[in-house]
């Protein structure tokens, strides 16, 4: 990981460089900072009186300490939390990181879990929180890490629970549906459709798909729903054919449980990407999705596949087993707290360090934090063809100045 390389601000610290898996890794550029920047954000409070000793499983034995909070131990979140917390294991392994001791807490996958280790992890000295992975824990961690005045760096997607100081690191459908937008009205597409599965994550795309087509001054022609039925499919799809001389573009936020279905209705309906440019999102980059042949010369924007390639085959070398995909936040979340360390001091978790708008770079290319909570992520584009996707333009490397 490492800030932008490019970023405009004068790095802090002399240039050092280690070797991780392979990978070199700039530390001295994991954080943009302005020389003056002790004078610019304020620190983050320091823990005040002893604190308990660790309990449980822990990583490392740095001085600083940070709590991982996972559900380790709940049916539905456990095969996702043990890879994300073997992800921080190996990120403090292959950076040496002489910096952290991560707490390792179960939350249980309950609102209740998540604030008791919360507290624990608190009392126990942590400076700043590492997960939780689902919604309710997060909002129940963040209650009392706030209350601290400590920052929550989490795994969510449900940006409901962003908020200044409970930062998202996860890969967010907002991010996927500006980047598409952005890349189709740069290819001069002007009239856009919709066509959006009743999902909670249809829901979050088509908000945000409107939002982004107005910001870009293109016209929101039709929005059709659809429920995973052929008939509703059908029905929804006849309305966008009646109207396609309106739009150029439309835009279907499924995924590979849905998008075959949907493709086989839009062949039917004579739709494709020759008659108007088929859109997605990250949810489009998967095996299913790529032998769908009614999408092919549809475009999706998602992160670069090799960073996580890279990373998935040095985590089987590990862990003899292969990583759920969102097992690099963890890596990138502890890899980044590490490096604040070391070149951040006493404001290392600050607020002002945490949303520099210049932001970092990890496995799955450049992020940042947003005031708000949310992130942005450089995302690459996409198109489908022959059973594969090919990058038909590349991640950036840097965020624009001034587009935080």
């Known amino acids: 990981m490492s800030v932008t390389d490019r970023s405009p601000f004068k790095l802090v610290g002399p240039s050092r460089r280690h070797v991780a898996g392979g990978l070199a890794v700039s530390v001295?550029?994991?954080?943009?900072?302005?020389?003056?920047?002790?004078?610019?954000?304020?620190?983050?409070?320091?823990?005040?009186?002893?604190?308990?000793?660790?309990t449980g499983n822990t990583i490392g034995n740095g001085p600083v300490r940070i709590a991982l909070i996972l559900p380790l131990s709940a049916p539905n979140g456990a095969v996702p939390a043990q890879a994300l917390r073997n992800a921080a294991e190996m990120a403090i392994a292959e950076f040496n990181s002489q910096e952290l001791t991560i707490l390792v807490k179960d939350d249980k996958g309950t609102p209740e879990g998540a604030q008791a280790a919360a507290q624990e992890a608190l009392s126990e000295g942590a400076e700043a929180i590492l997960g939780p992975l689902f919604a309710p824990a997060v909002s129940a961690a963040a209650s009392v890490a706030r209350g601290a005045s400590r920052p929550v760096?989490?795994?969510?997607?449900?940006?409901?629970?962003?908020?200044?100081?409970?930062?998202?690191?996860?890969?967010?459908?907002?991010?996927?549906v500006r980047r598409i937008v952005s890349f189709a009205t740069q290819r001069g597409k002007k009239s856009f459709a919709a066509l959006i599965p009743q999902s909670a994550y249809g829901s979050v795309a088509e908000a945000e798909f409107a939002q982004a087509v107005t910001s870009s001054g293109a016209r929101l022609a039709m929005v059709e729903r659809y429920q995973p039925n052929k008939a509703s499919i059908d029905a929804a799809i006849a309305k966008i054919k009646a109207g396609a001389q309106q739009v150029?573009?439309?835009?279907?936020?499924?995924?590979?449980?849905?998008?075959?279905?949907?493709?086989?209705?839009?062949?039917?309906?004579?739709?494709?990407?020759?008659?108007?440019?088929?859109?997605?999102?990250g949810v489009w980059n998967e095996a299913r999705v790529f032998r769908t042949a009614a999408?092919?010369?549809?475009?999706?924007?998602?992160?670069?596949?090799?960073?996580?390639?890279?990373?998935?085959?040095?985590?089987?070398?590990?862990?003899?087993?292969?990583?759920?995909?969102?097992?690099?936040?963890?890596?990138?979340?502890?890899?980044?707290?590490?490096?604040?360390?070391?070149?951040?001091?006493?404001?290392?978790?600050?607020?002002g360090v945490l949303t520099n708008a210049s932001g970092f770079a990890g496995q799955d290319g450049v992020f940042r934090f947003r005031q708000d909570g949310?992130?942005?992520?450089?995302?690459?584009?996409?198109?489908?063809?022959?059973?594969?996707?090919?990058?038909?333009?590349?991640?950036?490397?840097?965020?624009?100045?001034g587009s935080a």
């Open 248 to 281: 150029d573009s439309l835009f279907i936020p499924d995924d590979g449980n849905g998008l075959p279905g949907v493709g086989a209705a839009l062949q039917g309906a004579g739709i494709s990407s020759r008659s108007m440019q088929l859109l997605g999102t």
């Open 153 to 176: 760096i989490a795994f969510s997607t449900d940006a409901s629970v962003a908020a200044r100081g409970v930062y998202l690191l996860s890969f967010m459908p907002q991010s996927d």
């Open 295 to 351: 999408l092919s010369g549809a475009w999706f924007a998602a992160p670069e596949n090799a960073g996580f390639q890279n990373f998935a085959q040095r985590y089987r070398s590990r862990f003899n087993s292969d990583p759920t995909r969102i097992a690099t936040l963890a890596y990138d979340a502890t890899a980044l707290l590490s490096a604040l360390v070391r070149t951040q001091g006493a404001q290392r978790f600050s607020e």
């Open 374 to 401: 949310t992130n942005d992520r450089g995302l690459a584009i996409y198109q489908l063809g022959n059973g594969s996707a090919q990058v038909i333009q590349p991640a950036p490397r840097t965020f624009a100045a």
């Open 28 to 54: 001295a550029a994991l954080v943009a900072g302005c020389a003056d920047v002790n004078t610019t954000f304020p620190s983050v409070a320091t823990p005040s009186g002893p604190t308990n000793q660790p």
